[in-house]
């Protein structure tokens, strides 16, 4: 069974910084496209970062020049570096794996950013 394992969550400052990481289990990890998604709460869940089997990446504009997504294909793992996060970054991070044709989710990893 495929498996997605976000790891890495929990409350900072704003203007701090946080590492996610997700572990990837039961597919073809270099053959797969990978995103994080987050979802605030009232809130749909929105994408945040993708990063493809050619390790191109995209950002969501709010994001952009403050997150970076890497890969880690011997590893298996995909990570989300955040730094000067703020408030509005609050929420629950899903990993995303999207392998021939079908996708995964993992089950989140919660996020807050607060004084």
């Known amino acids: 069974q495929v498996r997605l394992e976000e790891s890495g969550g929990g409350g900072v400052q704003p203007g701090g910084s946080l590492r996610l990481s997700c572990a990837v289990a039961g597919t073809m990890f270099s053959h797969s496209d990978m995103g994080w998604y987050r979802q605030a709460p009232g809130h749909l869940r929105e994408l945040v970062g993708t990063?493809?089997?050619?390790?191109?990446?995209f950002y969501e504009d709010s994001v952009q020049g403050r997150f970076t997504i890497s890969r880690s294909n011997p590893n298996k793992t995909v990570s989300l570096q955040m730094n000067s996060l703020k408030p509005e970054d609050t929420g629950v991070y899903y990993c995303?794996?999207?392998?021939?044709?079908?996708?995964?989710w993992g089950s989140g990893t919660p996020v807050t950013v607060s004084v």
């Open positions: 990063i493809g089997h050619n390790f191109d990446t």
């Open positions: 995303y794996c999207r392998f021939n044709g079908m996708e995964y």
